[in-house]
């Protein structure tokens, strides 16, 4: 049986106008996702609205926006998870990020925190050993969680700790981080992270740059809850405190 659903969707053009908010009443199956009803709107009954979306299966990170009021990915949020027949749903852009049109806002800034990491490519492999005392940086961490990371900024959008502090780089930024210290060698490149990342004082620069975000994580987990590949956030940022005060930093 199809439902009637209205869809409040969040409106906004750099044409000088205010922002605000438009409804759509919608029939749905109560299976269909909410990326499905942002395509009707789109296709049945204004081109002008602006939303992104590619992969349909929870592995761009494309589509993510806050549907009444949490972080989701719009392409893997069954509309009967949020809603019964009769409901309004709610669908608003990403926070911490500037808004560009509607419900696409702009990642530079989520991207340009991921950029302090030399992390695309690693292979998690053996943890780095401590030269001094011989033990392991991040002996109890899985690194292969920060591998499942698909950059889709979730994490950045419900951060309270970025919210009020424009320099802290984000969850997935200090995951990356994490996931490097984990790793040990590229696909095929015989060098260890440590030389493709110019050496142990370079890693060391890398680390010192964001060691203050390491220390003014909020722990609230609130990035762990609206990740949707289950990766461990908080316990990277407890594993780089760790290392980092082990090393003196
Ligand atoms: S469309 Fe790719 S993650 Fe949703």
Known sequence: MDWHVTFRVFRYKQDGQPPGWQEFVLEVRPTDYVVDALERIWAEHDRSFIFRHACHHAACGACGVRINGHEHLACNTRIDTQVSDGGVVTVEPLQNLPVLSDLVVNPALFYERMELIPFIGLQPADPIIDERTGETGLASVPPHQFANCIECALCF?????????????????????????GASRRDGDPRSPLEQAGGRNALRWRIRAASESVFSCLLCQACEVCCPRDVHITEGVHSLRRFLLKEGW
């Open 157 to 181: 959008s419900t951060c309270p700790a970025r919210a009020v502090d424009s320099d802290f780089a984000g969850p997935a930024a200090l995951a990356a981080m994490s996931q490097m210290l």
